[in-house]
């Protein structure tokens, strides 16, 4: 049961309609929130209970997933992860905000072979519970993402989003990602590279000049300290120590060194669930910088997952950012790989808009 917050819920249904009902997720409940885990297209790396449990622990955060059942069959269709946190500002003038989110990437999900037609109701029936829960909640606001690397909704190149039947008071948004199809021959990948990178991991590969290896618990203290430094100098979200511990020792970290006369120069972490992998985070030695070694790396990464089994991978956000930000090189970087740029989908509900929308039906019984 690795995943459980010890203050999920023990409530049996929470609202129901002629057709649908909901449950929280609970000790008794999970083995269908499994069921439809092992049994749905729309699952991404964030769903992993284990990697929830923990944001959910750092950020205070309070466990409100929940199935959604056919009444008809009493079975689970779809799964929605929420936790209430609070936003803090630091600025007087800005008043802390109660959100209720998923984490990342792991949004709704429906069981494989759902009907469109089953989906848009399921969506109506889960919008007017989360638009319920909002305000019962007193929330300011909830996000939904959607996990959407593995299958997307696509027409003529243009791109849908999946929550698209969330209709009314929510706002759409989007981020764009890079994709990698890990299912072609390891040959044409490494050939669609950026030249420049290709001829940097070629003559990498050839002189051997780094050694790399996985990551051992004792490298915590070197791993750190050079995070440290990468954090310092790109200006990252920072970790304390713990933090790196956990992300070292959790089984979907995949760590890779690369070590120069047995003093490791750069680090890079791969976040791995199912047939799915991330880029999560990189340090490098900033006398290290020039040699492309986190190119090898990540290129080494690359192998090693697809020959692990792995068919989907995601290189990172691309930030559009204005041209000479301090984000150039981050995209360059992910850029390089030539992934295939798709959209990651979220919708957010905000207690404002819902309440002006409320007020104006009111109104019309006035």
Known sequence: MSGLTENISKDSIVFFSKKYYIKNLSP??????????????EIGFFHCLEL?????????????SCIIYSLREKK?????????????????????KKIAKCYYTSGPAF????????????????????????????????????????????????FVNPLHELRG??????????YLDLQQPIEIILNSLDPQSRASIKKLQSTQQFTIRKAEPEDLDFIYGLFLKTQKRNKMPYHDKATLNWYLSYKGSNYYVAELNG???????????????????SYTDENYLRTQVVTYLLWHGIVQMKSSGITHFEIGDQPFEKVGSKYDSIANFKRNFRGQLRYKFSAELEKQTLSKTILSKLSKFV
Not at 52 to 64: I, L, T
Not at 263 to 281: C, E, H, L, P
């Open 76 to 96: 689970p269709i779809l799964i929605c992860p929420l936790f209430i946190s609070i936003e803090k500002y630091h600025k007087f003038y800005i008043p802390d």
């Open 263 to 281: 003093t490791i120069v750069s680090v890079i972490n791969f976040g791995v669930y199912k047939n799915q992998a991330f880029y999560w985070s």
């Open 52 to 64: 929830n449990e923990f944001y959910a622990k750092k950020e205070n955060a309070k466990n409100h």
């Open 169 to 178: 008071n929510w706002k759409p948004l989007f981020l764009a990602f890079y």
């Open 111 to 158: 069981i494989r072979n759902i009907s469109e037609k089953i989906r848009r109701k399921t969506f109506n029936f889960l919008n007017d519970y989360l638009s319920e829960f909002l305000l019962r909640n007193e929330l300011d606001k909830i996000i939904l993402y959607h996990a959407n690397m593995c299958q997307y909704i696509f027409e003529n190149n243009i």
């Open 28 to 41: 008794e409940t999970l083995i269908d929130w499994n069921t439809v885990v092992d049994k749905s297209d």
